[in-house]
């Protein structure tokens, strides 16, 4: 299994209050990503890095922003937490970030957020 | 912007049962990968399909790319209680990035 943890795996919050999520990886990859699960969404983009402070925005980025000051870490940070961002969260990671071939995203176990 | 449609959302069958699942777009994707995820955890690669028409099989697993790399579908052969999860298929453009998942298959095989 791919070296990565996500802390916390659960937490829960209200609206209002900042909160930062944390992926760690030991695999060295390039390339991290943070992704939001809902039903009937399936895996939809926050936002991505390809390096040390070197990040993108993705599909759904409005409300979040990350930090990437070390290879093995990618912050996911709510600023402001509402309750559209109750969630399940994702950070993969992947070597290339090109998937025309044979990449993959390899993916941590999850945090459940709640924002009452 | 690429989108992927799975059918059906939901799948409940015995063990011993076959089934299909599908993954369509009206995009064209140059690959295209099937993961697998289980209650609590994230999701898993299982396959990646890069030519159309490919046929690639996992054990009891058969996954078909779309002449037209369209579409894909996932068939199971005599579906056990360890398939059960949640399927998702995604698909990246022809750069290689711009890679979108579908909504997914949660598929239930009850013994």
């Known amino acids: 299994d791919a070296g990565i943890t996500q802390s916390p795996r659960h937490k829960v919050t209200e609206t209002g209050t900042p909160v930062t999520l944390r992926c760690h990886q030991t695999?060295?990859?390039?390339?991290m990503y943070w992704y939001r699960q809902d039903p009937g969404h399936g895996l939809r983009l926050i936002h991505y890095?390809?390096?040390?402070?070197?990040?993108d925005k993705g599909e759904v980025s409005d409300g979040y922003s990350v930090s990437r000051s070390k290879t093995e870490d990618f912050l996911l940070t709510l600023e402001s937490a509402t309750s559209s961002q109750t969630s399940v969260y994702f950070c993969?990671?992947?070597?290339?970030?090109?998937?025309?071939?044979?990449?993959?995203?390899?993916f941590g176990s999850g945090t459940q957020l709640s924002v009452l | 912007t690429q989108l992927l449609e799975q059918s059906p959302q939901f799948l409940s069958i015995q063990e011993g049962e076959n089934l299909t699942v599908y993954c369509n777009s009206s995009?064209?994707?140059?690959?295209l990968q099937w993961y697998r995820q289980e209650p609590g955890e994230g999701p898993v690669l299982l396959v990646t399909?890069?030519?159309?028409?490919e046929v690639k099989k996992l054990k009891r697993l058969t996954f078909q790319f779309g002449d037209a790399r369209k579409d894909s579908s996932l068939h199971i052969t005599a579906a056990q209680p360890g398939d059960t999860g949640l399927y998702l298929c995604?698909?990246?453009?022809?750069?290689?990035?711009?890679?979108?998942f579908g909504p997914g298959t949660r598929l239930s095989v009850l013994p």
């Open positions: 993969a990671i992947s070597e290339s970030g090109t998937f025309a071939t044979n990449e993959k995203l390899f």
């Open positions: 695999e060295n990859h390039r390339y």
């Open positions: 890095s390809y390096g040390v402070k070197d990040t």
């Open positions: 995009s064209v994707f140059s690959s």
């Open positions: 399909v890069v030519t159309g028409g």
């Open positions: 995604a698909g990246s453009d022809n750069y290689g990035q711009n890679f979108v």
